[in-house]
């Protein structure tokens, strides 16, 4: 079935146009409400949102179709995509909604489904659901007297923060600590200086004043310039970015040199296997990981496995080895001991407790491998055609001759973005580029055929 909805990550489009409509989520809930109705209990649907204005407009249209369906709904608020997840579980609902689009700017919203494990929903299952949405769902609604009710869930922030507070070491404080917090006026907003503040760290929050349009906005983990120059101005040990649903970090040291995905982990990889945890001594990391991430991972008798760029794919893929640790370079980064999904503030937190262990200085801390120089270029298609051109195949071929051993070559549809992603990786900088600009122009050239 060829996917009309659901992208890598849930559903995504620019706010009050085709899919991000009121009528398509609508349509959304209804077709996952009735997919997820299972038995004769009352049915209890999660549904959280970040700080996007458009969320006034889908959060209603959803919660009008889950009733509709006879599910009863409890709205959270804005709350972080992970938070979402635990609820989902902790609460025993059938179903989990997050109205996010992550990273990207206000204009753009997205929708996110969690199954009742806490878990992202299958390709099978969106597919599932695509097809309930187009085969029509006025037979499934429920009788008048069955409909769904809807309530707030008051204390859903305090239950986050005890959650990922009982994350961090027992016996370890962050006392003395002054950390920049920046919540990219998103879903975190609110809950992120909080933990941290518990914990016993002197914070000081940026970006936590959002007014519907300005999430992401110079700020979060796509836009550290502000966060890096806070850090520098006050003296802190370090800072941290959350996104806008606050699933991925981008840390930064003391003197605002920025610490990526890749590094994070590398760092909790390295804590977790002196401590005896990390699950069959490997890390999961996607395509896009940097190669001297893998490089020191092999070093230190680790391995490292690929999956496709995704968080849900990284996190299927542990799932079926059974390790406990993976992410993307963008900062997504899973624990499963933890939770079901990327968790931005539980990531955060175990590189805290390796630097409070460690007594050391962040930058001495995270100096853990020497990237690669890489490069990403998203070179505009529509559909991933171009990158069976003949062209496109020798420019690609030419790249990866010029690389050689020590460098690789990735070209890949974007899942979110009518985009094609170039990226390589190399010991020279300027090849690096060279051959990404080549491929480049190749796409351009294909597209325009």
């Known amino acids: 079935m060829v996917r009309k909805l659901f ?11 085709e899919p991000m409509t ?13 997919r997820f109705t299972r038995g004769d209990h009352r049915h209890l649907v999660i549904i959280g949102k970040d700080t996007r204005l458009s969320n006034y ?9 889950f009733t509709a369906m006879g599910m009863d709904v409890v709205l959270v608020g804005p709350m972080p995509t992970p938070a979402v997840a635990m609820l ?6 059938d179903l989990g909604v997050m109205l996010s689009a992550s990273h990207n700017p206000y204009k753009d919203n997205g929708i996110k489904l969690f199954g009742p494990d806490g878990y992202k929903l299958s390709d099978t299952v969106e597919e599932e659901i695509e097809a309930l949405i187009e085969s029509g ?5 429920a009788d008048a007297g069955n409909l769904g009710r809807a309530r707030r869930l008051e204390d859903a922030p305090g239950r986050y923060i005890e959650f990922v507070k009982h994350t961090f070491p027992r016996g370890l404080r962050l006392d003395g600590l002054e950390v920049v917090v920046d919540c990219a006026n998103g879903a975190a907003y609110k809950v992120a200086p909080s933990v941290f ?8 929050p940026m970006a936590i004043n959002p007014d519907g349009t300005n999430i992401n906005r110079d700020c979060g983990a796509t836009e550290t310039q502000m966060l890096q120059e806070q850090v520098v101005a006050h003296g802190a040990h370090l800072g941290i970015a959350l996104d806008g649903d606050a699933d991925r970090v981008i840390l930064c040291d ?5 610490i990526d995905g890749d590094q994070v982990m590398a760092v909790i990889a390295r804590s977790w296997r002196a401590a005896g945890r990390l699950q069959g001594d490997r890390v999961v990391a996607t395509v896009m990981s940097n190669l001297g991430f893998q490089r020191y991972l092999q070093g230190i008798g680790l391995d490292m496995e690929r999956a ?6 990284v996190l299927e893929q542990m799932r079926a080895g059974g390790y406990n640790l993976g992410g993307e370079q963008s900062g997504h980064i899973i624990l499963s001991d933890y939770s079901t999904t990327g968790d931005g503030l539980i990531a955060a937190l175990q590189v805290l407790a390796a630097l409070v262990e460690a007594g050391d200085s962040m930058s001495v801390l995270a100096n853990v491998f020497q990237s690669y120089p890489q490069f990403l270029r998203n070179v505009p298609a529509n559909g991933a055609s171009a990158m069976d051109h003949a062209g496109v195949k020798t420019a690609v071929a030419a790249a990866e001759k010029k690389l050689g051993v020590d460098g690789r070559v990735l070209i890949r549809q974007s899942g979110t973005e009518p985009v094609i992603r170039v990226m390589a990786e190399g010991l020279d900088q300027q090849v690096v580029t060279s051959v990404v600009d080549d491929i480049a122009i190749a796409i351009a050239d294909a597209s325009a055929a």
């Open 88 to 93: 989902t579980r902790t609460l025993r609902a």
């Open 308 to 313: 496709k760029v995704g968080d849900r794919y």
């Open 254 to 258: 003391e003197n605002g040199t920025i």
């Open 137 to 141: 769902l006025l037979d499934h609604l």
């Open 7 to 17: 992208g890598t990550d849930g559903i995504r489009g620019k706010a009050n146009q």
């Open 22 to 34: 009121a009528e398509t989520a609508l349509r959304v809930a209804m077709a996952a409400g009735h």
């Open 197 to 204: 503040h518990e914990l016993g760290a002197n914070v000081i």
């Open 57 to 65: 407009m889908l959060e209603p249209a959803m919660q009008a179709g």
